[in-house]
């Protein structure tokens, strides 16, 4: 009986530090044996992002293999585009504008952000970050904090990075990144 007690303990207390490994995001835990969508779902923090995934259709693609970076706007960065243009963008015959702009959020690699910094580091402070979606940013850094430049030259903080995700990685930004015109 007191094996079984102390092996309780023993997983009680390793699940613990399993969950304080991976932040929580959005009031929710991140676990890191689910994928993008199943913990973007819970956070309160991307409400805007998660239904913005589900009018593009990219809800099947974000729950696959991967492996995907995600910088992941938060409600608050949607919030700073101009009036209407969330709304704009989720009525169906703009789907393909919001595809384009969802996929430049989302990179084919697993990067956190001691690599992203390396790379940086390596590019003599500019990192050129090419999307699933076709765009090229800019990522740099800081002191700790990531930025990335997109099309436009509009600059996003990464707020929370190293969220691990069973198919990949999300960080979370404070501005949503645009495509250049």
């Known amino acids: 009986m007191k094996s079984l007690k102390i092996a309780t303990a023993i997983l009680a207390l390793s699940t613990g530090m399993a969950l304080a490994e991976n932040p929580m995001v959005g009031g929710a835990a991140m676990y890191e044996d689910k994928n993008i969508v199943e913990n973007a779902v819970n956070s309160k923090d991307h409400t805007t992002l998660v239904a913005a995934v589900q009018a593009a259709g990219l809800v099947e693609t974000l729950q696959g293999e991967g492996p995907f970076t995600v910088f992941a706007p938060t409600n608050d960065a949607f919030a700073k585009l101009p009036a209407g243009t969330v709304e704009t963008l989720l009525k169906p015959e703009n789907k393909d504008q919001l595809v384009k702009i969802l ?3 989302v990179v084919a690699a697993d990067a956190m952000s001691d690599a992203i910094m390396k790379m940086v580091d390596d590019d003599k402070g500019a ?13 740099m850094y800081e002191g700790d904090k990531i930025m990335i430049k997109d099309g436009q030259g509009n600059v996003a903080n990464v707020t929370i990075a190293d969220v691990k995700q069973s198919n990949g990685v ?3 930004i404070d501005t949503v990144l645009l495509p250049a015109m």
């Open 127 to 139: 990192h050129p970050v090419k999307t699933v979606g076709g765009c090229e940013f800019t990522a």
């Open 103 to 105: 996929t430049c959020h």
């Open 170 to 172: 999300i960080h979370v």
